[in-house]
């Protein structure tokens, strides 16, 4: 058998702290290798018992998620951590700031335990997760604020397939949405998915997601 994922819990809220504790530790692929309170104690933990995700609340005191995140997993950090945030509506404020620190993956707080352990799991694999209410809603929300003045598309050295690819992405689809969107099937999807990564330099969808927006090619 494959060892467990390890997780990291960080979550200043006691009695959510306990039930993701406990929804983790039931799994049988899965074991808690922690659990703190604030973002300081989370990123000398993940140091310490090196994890292989770490579920981050962004408000937190002693040192926020948003900083935390940066610590472990952001530009210059020679060995990231794979970093699952959870938020709320009430903080979509964050969103972006949580993306550009190198998070891999969002879930809103109210999801139900199955998306919580199926985000676990996908970020785990070295593949990043959008919820797509949190790409939608939050992100597009913000997309003014991310987005250029200038309008830059025709720059982007992608083929009309892989923008159209990039787009669907944007919108929170998954592989086989994007698959049965363009009646392609997964596997080309996941080429041109890895093709779009590798031109644009960038680490994974999560990050897909934020050039679409700055760069004008989502809504």
Do not use: W
């Given at each position: 058998?494959?060892?467990?994922i390890?997780?990291?819990?960080?979550d200043?809220?006691?009695?959510?702290?306990?039930?993701l504790?406990?929804?983790?530790?039931?799994?049988?692929d899965?074991?808690?290798a922690?659990?703190?309170?604030?973002?300081?104690?989370?990123?000398?933990?993940a140091?310490?018992?090196?994890?292989?995700?770490?579920?981050?609340?962004?408000?937190?005191?002693?040192?926020?998620?948003?900083?935390?995140?940066?610590?472990?997993?952001?530009?210059?950090?020679?060995?990231?951590v794979?970093v699952?945030?959870v938020?709320t509506?009430?903080?979509?404020?964050?969103?972006?700031?949580?993306?550009?620190?190198?998070?891999?993956?969002?879930?809103?707080?109210?999801?139900?335990?199955?998306r919580?352990l199926?985000?676990?799991?996908?970020v785990?694999?070295?593949?990043?997760?959008?919820?797509p209410?949190?790409?939608?809603?939050?992100?597009?929300?913000?997309?003014?604020?991310?987005?250029?003045?200038?309008?830059?598309?025709?720059?982007?050295?992608?083929t009309?397939?892989?923008?159209?690819?990039?787009?669907?992405i944007?919108?929170?689809?998954?592989?086989?949405?994007?698959?049965?969107a363009?009646v392609?099937?997964?596997?080309?999807?996941?080429?041109?998915?890895?093709?779009i990564?590798?031109?644009?330099?960038?680490?994974?969808?999560?990050?897909a997601?934020?050039?679409?927006?700055?760069?004008?090619?989502?809504?």
């Amino acid at each position: 058998m494959s060892a467990p994922i390890r997780v990291l819990v960080c979550d200043d809220q006691m009695l959510v702290r306990t039930g993701l504790v406990t929804i983790i530790d039931a799994q049988p692929d899965m074991e808690v290798a922690g659990e703190c309170g604030d973002g300081r104690t989370g990123v000398e933990l993940a140091r310490e018992v090196k994890p292989d995700v770490v579920v981050m609340d962004i408000r937190m005191p002693v040192l926020d998620g948003l900083e935390a995140t940066r610590l472990l997993a952001g530009a210059g950090v020679p060995h990231p951590v794979k970093v699952l945030v959870v938020t709320t509506f009430n903080l979509d404020e964050y969103v972006y700031e949580a993306l550009r620190a190198g998070a891999s993956g969002f879930l809103l707080k109210d999801a139900p335990p199955d998306r919580l352990l199926h985000g676990i799991r996908t970020v785990a694999t070295g593949a990043a997760l959008l919820d797509p209410d949190v790409t939608r809603q939050l992100v597009g929300r913000y997309a003014a604020r991310i987005r250029p003045a200038e309008n830059t598309a025709r720059d982007i050295p992608l083929t009309p397939r892989e923008l159209e690819v990039l787009r669907l992405i944007a919108d929170g689809l998954s592989n086989s949405e994007i698959a049965a969107a363009l009646v392609i099937s997964q596997e080309t999807v996941k080429t041109f998915v890895s093709r779009i990564l590798a031109k644009l330099q960038l680490r994974d969808r999560v990050q897909a997601v934020v050039y679409a927006y700055r760069h004008g090619l989502a809504t």
